[in-house]
């Protein structure tokens, strides 16, 4: 099994920044993927960006594009997610997820750390 815990969220003004971490532990080896998703009251949860471990490539939603960086430091088994110039659409629980080697989907998912944007 994987835990996953984010935490740096938080209540904002349009325009700053903020950055989400997320740490694992538990069968750690066994992740190739991390990803970030987001829930917006009364939305579905949809996909933010994601980064394989191994090579650290990347891949990014259309809307933050440009805005958002997912970064990965495997040392400290941690996933980042610089947000810069937040709007009030980004408002939204962050969640952080885990894709295993082999398994088509993710499978381990955080409890979710919100961010509030706003105007």
């Known amino acids: 099994q994987v835990q996953l815990v984010e935490s740096g969220g938080g209540s904002v003004q349009a325009g700053v920044s903020l950055r989400l971490s997320c740490v694992a532990s538990g069968r750690t080896f066994s992740v190739e993927t991390m990803g970030w998703f987001r829930q917006a009251p009364g939305k579905e949860r949809e996909f933010v960006a994601s980064?394989?471990?191994?090579?650290?490539?990347?891949d990014y939603q259309d809307f933050v594009k440009g805005r958002f960086t997912i970064s990965r430091d495997n040392a400290k088994n941690t996933v980042y997610l610089q947000m810069n110039s937040l709007k009030p659409e980004d408002t939204a629980v962050y969640y952080c997820?885990?894709?295993?080697?082999?398994?088509?989907?993710?499978?381990?998912w955080g409890q979710g750390t919100q961010v509030t944007v706003t105007s």
């Open positions: 980064i394989w471990l191994d090579s650290g490539s990347t």
């Open positions: 997820a885990a894709r295993r080697r082999y398994y088509a989907s993710y499978d381990a």
